[in-house]
C-alpha cells in the first residue's frame, strides 16, 4: 500500500505520514478480526436450490415480485426463516401462492414464502390454526389467516415445509416487501446470491413491431 503526500517540508511529510498510516493499519486490522460480514438475509431453504425465475421477469400479467427456487422436483424441504420477525400472516388458496408465509421483522419489511406443502405445528402450531380457520369458513381453501397475536419466530428457525400448492411445480417462492409492501429485489436487500458459473444461453429471440407503421422483413409481424 502507498501513501502520497504533496509537501516540500520532508518533516511535515513524516509528521502526517504516521497519523495516516496508523489508521490505515487499525482499519486493516479491524477487518482481519472482523471476517467475512453476516449476510442480512439468510437462505430460505435447507438446500442451496438453483434460481428458476428472478426478480421483476415478465408475465403474462404483471412483473414477477420476488424469486423461485428450485427443490429439484421435489417437497418437504425445510423452509427457514430469512431472518428473526413476526408470523403475522398465513394464506391458504387453490391458485396463485397456495399456501403462503408473511413474515414481518423488526426492520418493517416483510418476507414472503410460496407454494409451501405445509406450515411448522410442533413448535409453531400453525397447522392447527389453519385446521381452525378451515372448519369456520367451511373451505379447505379460507384464503387470508391474519394472526392474532402473531408468532414470534429466530432467525433460521423452520416455518414451514417446500411444497408444490397453487400454480407451478415444486419450488419456493420467495419475496421481500418493504414498509409499503412494495415488492424490493431479495438480493439487493441482503439475500446472499447463489454461486452460479453457467453461461446463459440464448434460446430465442422474438422481435416485435413497436407500432403500425414498423415493418418486419417488409410485414407487420412478430418474429420469433
Known amino acids: 500500500m502507498r501513501l502520497l503526500f504533496r509537501s516540500l517540508d520532508p518533516r511535515v511529510r513524516r509528521a502526517r505520514l504516521r497519523p495516516a498510516l496508523l489508521r490505515v493499519m487499525a482499519g486493516a486490522a479491524c477487518l482481519l478480526l472482523a471476517g467475512p460480514a453476516r449476510a442480512a438475509l439468510l437462505w430460505p431453504l435447507e438446500i442451496p436450490g438453483l434460481l428458476l425465475s428472478s426478480f421483476g421477469e415478465y408475465r403474462y400479467d404483471h412483473l414477477h415480485a420476488g424469486i423461485d427456487i428450485s427443490t429439484g422436483g421435489g417437497t418437504g424441504y425445510k423452509v427457514l426463516a430469512a431472518d428473526s420477525g413476526l408470523v403475522f400472516r398465513l394464506k391458504v388458496e387453490w391458485r396463485g401462492y397456495g399456501r403462503a408465509l408473511y413474515l414481518r421483522h423488526p426492520n418493517g419489511r416483510v418476507t414472503v414464502y410460496g407454494h409451501l406443502e405445509r406450515y411448522e405445528d410442533a413448535i ?25 397475536p402473531p408468532v414470534r419466530v429466530r432467525r433460521g428457525q423452520v416455518i414451514a415445509y417446500s411444497g408444490e400448492s397453487g400454480v407451478g411445480l415444486p419450488h419456493l417462492h420467495f419475496e421481500v416487501r418493504d414498509h409499503g409492501d412494495a415488492p424490493l429485489n431479495p438480493f439487493d436487500a441482503g439475500l446472499p446470491r447463489p454461486s452460479d458459473r453457467r453461461l446463459p444461453v440464448l434460446e430465442s429471440l422474438t422481435i416485435t413491431s413497436a407500432s403500425p407503421e414498423t415493418l418486419i422483413d417488409g410485414e407487420a409481424r412478430e418474429e420469433v
Open 124 to 148: 409453531l402450531g400453525l397447522e392447527r390454526r389453519v385446521a381452525r380457520r378451515q372448519a369456520e369458513a367451511g373451505s379447505r381453501y379460507p384464503g387470508d389467516l391474519y394472526l392474532n
